[in-house]
């Protein structure tokens, strides 16, 4: 199984290397090339692209079995965060449409205003219903890394046995 990991910083790196040490392929999306020894050392792939830029994503869904939005904890202007939860997250789940994608996990808690990641969560299952894409919802507390990677780990060998 190949998983797709956009966002979740240094507990994304440790979901990474959960799934690698069990025999899974990793691809990880940073923004910047300086990310990659960090992300080649847990036994990911590095990709470089942008959330923002949901087109630089594109053809990291190439082969990919979960994809996980890991943006909970996203910087930047109220604008750039909540796009990133509303447009660009409606954008990536148009993509999955046709692909090898099975399942998407969702990053439901962090620090991005509580209201934009209950709408981004609605969105969500409206589109993944109406495309017939199972999705998973992680609720950790993303400042709880070991519990983040328990939850995150757990809702994609869910979606896996679907």
Known sequence: MRVLLIGGGCRGLALAENLVADGHAVRAVTRDECHRAAIEEVGAECWIGDPDVVGTLRYALENVTILVWALATAAGSAEQV????????????????????????????????????????????????????????????PAERDAWVVAARTAIDTLLAI
């Open 82 to 141: 909540a796009a990133l939860h509303g447009p660009r997250l409606q954008m990536m789940l148009s993509k999955t449409i046709d692909t090898t994608v099975r399942g998407v996990v969702y990053e439901a808690t962090g620090t991005v205003n509580a209201a934009t990641l209950q709408s981004a969560v609605a969105e969500l299952q409206r589109s993944c219903e109406l495309n017939r894409i199972p999705c998973a919802i992680v609720d950790a507390d």
